[in-house]
């Protein structure tokens, strides 16, 4: 028998086996490109690490785009299986609130350990800046308080008993105040007195010079000055050669020239003043008795009516004043303290206790309005953040931070069996070309 049906085979198999070897080895092979002076050996650095870049953007996109993209995520969140899951989890959770023997201070333990209290005071510190946030008060509790500000109008107007008592409580909170009207307006508003007595004079002279100015104030003083003169003989011979419309002009120039005089605003600011400190001096009680009952009720009810007029009309509780108010330091401290005794307060408490507050059809319905939450909120909450994430940024990143090695070994793990196959494959491929090139030989022959 002819040698060449035995060795060709076996030469052609282990020349097939070597290549696809070979050729396997060259996917990653070397990892870098090599040279020789000038010149790059061809075929380096291996096909992957040279195409490292684009492959890994191909996979990115694929991945990102296609199987992982936002949409069919959000899509997938609220698919009937998804959410049984959710509910069995839900459900899963309550059966383990209520068994539970774990307080509150044990979950503090088990989240801030050492720094507990730095982290509480820190935690309620947070809660309370959000709670008092602008943002916060102008879309949950500025809404709340307009809805109670206009009912509680609607309340004061129809409830007249409650005015009653309203007027009554204020009355004698007045009358039981030993302290004068000085002592208990703000400093700022007292330091104003001096200004509003200024313009109080400024507008009275204003209206005294147009009342002068008048023609039928000139007619009036021409008409005293004629009464005048017509009593008596001696008035009335002199009133012969007294022109008394020349006169009542003069009169009026006289006036006009006396309340221009700038000393006069001074002196008028003075008495207003005058008159306003002595007001100021007695005592809230001392001014309803100088006004009297009547007049005291009437200026109490008028007050009043203006104030239910103002909440109707919402510019007692104005959005404005609302944040201003509840969005000071001073609230956000009181609400900080607040909170942290708050918790003080529960943290002994055991969730089997917080259980037991509510039954188990009102926890029912609490689980069945956390998953209808859950389907209405969750596919735009999860489309958002995984648009934030950047999948397909993030694959090509961690493709491309892969040491090459190590990428070669988790490829090359992941299709062993496959990768020896085409092996052995190649080397049955040559054995099969060794074995037919000699029998195409004598056929030829």
């Known amino acids: 028998m002819n040698s060449i049906y035995i060795i060709s085979p076996i030469i052609g198999g282990i020349i097939g086996y070597f290549t696809n070897w070979i050729a396997i080895k060259m996917l990653f092979r070397p990892y870098k490109k090599l040279s020789f002076g000038p010149f790059t050996l061809p075929f380096t650095p291996g096909l992957i690490p040279k195409e490292r870049a684009r492959i890994a953007e191909s996979i990115a996109t694929a991945v990102g785009d296609n199987l992982l993209n936002p949409q069919f995520l959000a899509q997938e969140a609220v698919t009937p299986d998804k959410t049984e899951a959710i509910k069995e989890f839900l459900t899963n959770k309550r059966a383990e609130l209520q068994a ?3 307080t509150i201070e044990d979950i503090l333990e088990r989240i801030f350990k050492e720094t507990k209290e730095e982290k509480l005071a820190d ?14 008060l102008d879309q949950y509790l500025c809404p709340l308080l307009a809805s109670v500000s206009e009912n509680l109008a609607g309340y004061l107007v129809e409830n007249t008993i409650l005015k009653e008592r309203i007027k009554s409580s204020l009355l004698d909170s007045i009358l039981d ?3 004068q009207l000085i002592d208990l307006l703000p400093a700022d508003v007292l330091d104003l007195l001096s200004e ?4 109080a004079a400024k507008i009275i002279i204003n209206e005294a010079t147009c009342y002068v100015q008048r023609p039928q104030t000139k007619s009036l003083i021409k008409k005293h000055i004629d009464a005048y003169l017509k009593k008596g003989t001696l008035r009335s011979f002199v009133g012969i050669f007294i022109d008394t419309t020349t006169l009542a002009d003069q009169a009026s120039e006289a006036l006009l020239s006396y309340l221009a005089d700038t000393e006069n605003e001074t002196y008028v600011a003075k008495v207003i003043l005058n ?8 005592k809230p009680s001392e001014i309803i008795g100088l006004l009297g ?16 007029t103002k909440v109707s009309q919402g510019k007692l509780f104005s959005k404005e004043l609302i944040i201003n108010l509840l969005g000071s330091e001073q609230v956000t401290y009181s609400l900080k303290r607040y909170l942290l005794k ?3 307060q529960i943290r002994p408490l055991k969730l089997t206790s917080l259980y037991n507050y509510l039954d188990a059809k009102k926890w029912a319905t609490i689980e069945d309005k956390l998953l209808c939450l859950y389907i209405d909120k969750a596919p735009a909450f999860i489309e958002n953040i995984v648009s934030e994430f950047k999948l397909t940024q993030v694959i090509q990143d961690k493709i491309n931070s892969f040491d090459l090695a190590e990428l070669e070994e988790m490829l090359f793990g992941l299709a062993k069996k496959e990768l020896a196959a085409i092996t052995w494959l190649g080397g049955l491929l040559g054995f099969l070309m060794g074995l037919i090139t000699p029998l195409l030989r004598i056929f030829l022959d």
């Open 100 to 102: 539970s023997e774990w």
């Open 123 to 136: 935690l309620a510190t947070v809660l309370a800046k959000k709670l008092t946030s602008k943002s916060f």
């Open 177 to 179: 105040e030993q302290k």
């Open 196 to 199: 509003f007595a200024l313009r």
């Open 275 to 282: 008159k306003v400190n002595d007001l100021l001096a007695r």
């Open 293 to 308: 009952d009547y007049k005291a009720n009437l200026v109490l009810e008028t007050g009043i009516d203006l104030l239910i």
């Open 342 to 344: 708050l918790l003080a």
